[in-house]
């Protein structure tokens, strides 16, 4: 968990195959000791398809996350300034289900055609003969 002032704020798109993309944030969270000095900048990212709240430099956060490389990747912060939670949102839980399920679909349709393909008999006309020596 780090508390401090946010500093340097960016944001930027990146492409996620044909379609998707998603917004990444970046800043550093200046943390302070008791007598006002900078004691650390901890470097944070927040990635997401949108974001609920805001946050701008000069605020004050608190967040909390798992360290990679480096920096902090966090999900969800307080912004202590306006007393406002920001929260980086995914994909929605039915709509991932909905594509779950449609890729199932998909799938169980082209196994069916194939087995079909492969394992039913050919059409024999009636007049084929069927005696054989």
């Not at 302070?32 to 901890?42: F, K, N, P, Q, V």
Request: glycine letters at 10%.
């Amino acid at each position: 968990m780090v508390e401090g002032q946010v500093r340097a704020l960016t944001s930027r798109t990146e492409r996620q195959g044909e379609s998707d993309h998603s917004t990444v944030w970046t800043f550093r969270v200046e943390r302070y000791d008791e007598a006002g000095d900078r004691i650390s900048l901890i470097p944070v990212e927040m990635r997401g398809y949108r974001f609920e709240g805001a946050i701008h430099d000069g605020d004050w956060v608190r967040a909390g996350g798992r360290r990679k490389g480096g920096t902090l990747h966090v999900n969800r912060l307080e912004n202590l300034t306006t007393g406002a939670s920001v929260r980086a949102k995914g994909i929605s839980k039915p709509v991932m289900i909905i594509a779950c399920v449609m890729i199932a679909l998909i799938a169980a349709f082209i196994a069916w055609n194939f087995y079909g393909i492969l394992f039913e008999a050919p059409d024999v006309p009636s007049d084929y003969p069927s005696d054989f020596p």
